[in-house]
């Protein structure tokens, strides 16, 4: 929680700007839960999506209306080498996705 992944910010922005983080495993991996913890600003729109070879993806979790903090997944288990939070639309005016952690299981 001491650091963060920030996206390129923008400016007078209607918040609409496309931006993604994405997490890569040497394996596969099982998940069946992950929370990102959101830094000050966040995107309120963004899929979480998963692919076991880079290029097919499918998507996890839509989300439409986040209002940052944490937001936590829990669903049925998936295999998976990459994941990616794929930010759609975020806060309104200077700002940038900004990410604290991410945690990612299999329970």
């Given at each position: 929680?001491?650091?963060?992944?920030?996206s390129a910010a923008w400016t007078k922005?209607?918040?609409?700007?496309?931006?993604?983080?994405?997490?890569?495993?040497?394996?596969?991996?099982?998940?069946?839960?992950?929370?990102?913890?959101?830094?000050?600003?966040?995107?309120?729109?963004?899929?979480?999506?998963?692919?076991?070879?880079?290029?097919?993806?499918?998507?996890?979790?839509?989300?439409?209306?986040?209002?940052?903090?944490?937001?936590?997944?829990?669903g049925p288990a998936v295999k998976a080498?990459?994941?990616?939070?794929?930010?759609?639309?975020?806060?309104?005016?200077?700002?940038?996705?900004?990410?604290?952690?991410?945690?990612?299981?299999?329970e």
């Amino acid at each position: 929680m001491y650091t963060r992944w920030n996206s390129a910010a923008w400016t007078k922005s209607d918040g609409n700007e496309a931006q993604w983080f994405q997490l890569t495993w040497k394996q596969p991996q099982m998940i069946t839960r992950v929370r990102i913890h959101w830094g000050e600003t966040h995107a309120v729109e963004y899929e979480l999506e998963y692919s076991v070879d880079g290029k097919a993806w499918r998507t996890l979790r839509e989300v439409t209306e986040s209002d940052g903090g944490l937001d936590d997944y829990v669903g049925p288990a998936v295999k998976a080498r990459y994941l990616r939070v794929d930010g759609k639309r975020g806060t309104k005016g200077i700002s940038a996705y900004s990410i604290r952690e991410i945690e990612v299981y299999e329970e």
